[in-house]
């Protein structure tokens, strides 16, 4: 077994890990990226998103009843190789790993766009190599360092949420901005109805709110780093699911309350067309700063997550073992600097190789959240299992359980179906399956399986 000395620190605080999580969950697509959405099930979104949001409340208790009774990094494939085998946490821990990757290059990929917005005549290729360095440097001095600059670019983020809130509040209440005539909320069902496209609509809106969700889980990955874990990941777990939903339809309750939701989107992002009615002429420089920090930010979490979840497959003899030193400021460092250098890699492939290998790239992505919150349900419920006294022991529980679970876990085959039938997603089903053969392929060439047999033979 390999030795991890030093060890990982516990240097994440408690508001470190709340915004970490609810800044990994609130991004782009909620700023510039929700008219997709909108245009597809109209002001019935909203159910959408609560109804994913119940199904996501019970995926992350799943995850925090195991994180808050065994506080390790790298628990998604951890838990895995614990409760379901040792394949099912290889191909956890390598699946998500290249989530996180595909994400991360997206986001640096953001950042040079955005850039070009302000610096029409740069390439975009040296702002992209400037965020993975900075992000880079930054997962490379301490695990604080990371969760200080992850704090303030989720704190910026959540601010300007909160203010598109208050400030359309105010305009639906009172006017302002409107010449003084209140909006009301009547935008909401008067062009069309509530459910302009049926429950039809709603349902093909079911894929694009999950994906929003999705770096939910990234609380997962920080459990080894967390100081008083039990204390911290609980109330994280609690907190950061209701300020999520909160945040996603509040903010989007104002937004179809201010403007009738088939004009959204056709005339600019509706976060700079609300502060552009206030008169901050502005209101696009800022919305674009605080786009770009959200890039940064998920990109700042993907690295993070990808180093974790690399030291922990090989801690767990499912990667090189170099992956699992440890640096003496408790940073994994090889798998960090193979991570960032992966994530460079698929920067410039993104410039050079053809359009359809990054949409195979962003499907296996896809696939792997949906994969990863699946296997958070089957661990937990294993997890259950294996308490001596049931759930006597526990200090945080799942409610409803097994019920809840069971909900959650037919919620993400409705999921799987939906992008089944729907042209626009259907790649992601088809590509999903073929990443996991291919890696299940590695598990036995490589010789994985031979790594605890009898364990590896009760996992199949």
């Known amino acids: 077994m390999p030795q ?6 516990r240097g994440l605080e408690e508001r470190h890990i709340n915004l970490m999580a609810l800044g990994a969950a609130v991004g782009v697509g909620l700023f510039l990226g929700s008219a997709g959405a909108i245009a597809t099930a109209g002001p019935a979104i909203l159910l959408s998103y609560a109804m994913a949001g119940v199904a996501i409340f019970f995926i992350m208790r799943s995850l925090g009843e195991m ?27 390598w699946t998500y790993w290249f989530t996180a990757l595909v994400g991360g290059m997206c986001e640096i990929t953001a950042v040079g766009i955005y850039m070009n917005i302000w610096f029409p005549h740069g390439p975009l290729w040296v702002w992209a190599l400037a965020a993975l360095g900075v992000v880079t ?19 910026i983020k959540v601010v300007t949420i909160i203010l598109m809130i208050l400030i359309g509040a105010v305009m ?21 109805g509530f459910m302009p496209n049926g429950i039809s609509g709603m349902l093909k809106a079911l894929p694009m709110v999950m994906f929003a969700y999705q770096g939910i889980e990234m609380l997962g990955v920080t459990a080894g780093e967390a100081k008083d874990p039990a204390k911290t990941l609980s109330r994280a777990v609690n ?21 009738p939701w088939d004009q959204i989107g056709t005339q600019g992002s509706p976060f700079v067309l609300t502060f552009d009615r206030l008169g901050i002429r502005s209101a696009a420089g800022v919305v674009n700063f605080v786009v770009l920090t959200a890039a940064l930010s998920s990109c700042n979490s993907n690295i993070y997550g ?47 190789a053809p359009k359809e290998v990054f949409v195979w790239l962003t499907a296996v992505s896809t696939f792997g959240a949906i994969w990863t919150w699946c296997i958070i349900l089957l661990s937990q419920y294993r997890f259950r299992q294996a308490q001596a006294r049931g759930a ?17 876990g037919g919620f993400l085959l409705l999921i799987l179906g939906l992008m089944a039938f729907y042209p626009e ?8 399956p073929i990443w996991i053969m291919s890696l299940v392929c590695m598990y036995f060439i490589i010789g994985y399986h031979k790594v605890n047999p009898a364990y590896a033979k009760r996992a199949l």
């Not at 994180?67 to 821990?93: E, H, I, K, M, W």
């Open 392 to 408: 006597t022991g526990l200090s945080f529980r799942v409610p409803l359980f097994p019920y809840g679970s069971f909900f959650a």
């Open 172 to 192: 639906i209440t009172t006017g302002l901005g409107n010449g003084g005539v209140a909006t009301g909320i009547s935008n909401l069902w008067t062009h069309g």
């Open 306 to 352: 990808t180093s974790r979840l690399l030291n922990s497959l090989a801690v767990q003899q499912q990667a090189p073992a170099i992956f699992s030193r440890i640096s003496r400021r408790g940073i994994p460092a090889v798998a960090l600097l193979f991570s960032s250098g992966c994530a460079l890699i698929g920067v410039l492939l993104n410039y050079v």
């Open 239 to 259: 907190s950061v699911f209701w300020r999520v939903l909160i945040f996603y339809v509040g903010a989007l309750f104002v937004i179809m309350s201010l403007y």
């Open 137 to 155: 440097t930054v997962n490379f001095i301490a695990v604080k360092a990371y969760g200080e600059l992850e704090f303030w670019f989720a704190l």
């Open 4 to 9: 991890q000395q030093p060890a990982l620190h």
């Open 67 to 93: 994180a808050v009774a065994n506080p390790v990094s790298g628990t998604f494939s951890r838990y895995a190789q614990d409760y379901l085998g040792p394949l099912p946490g290889y191909l956890t821990g």
């Open 425 to 432: 997603t259907r790649i992601a089903v088809v590509v999903g």
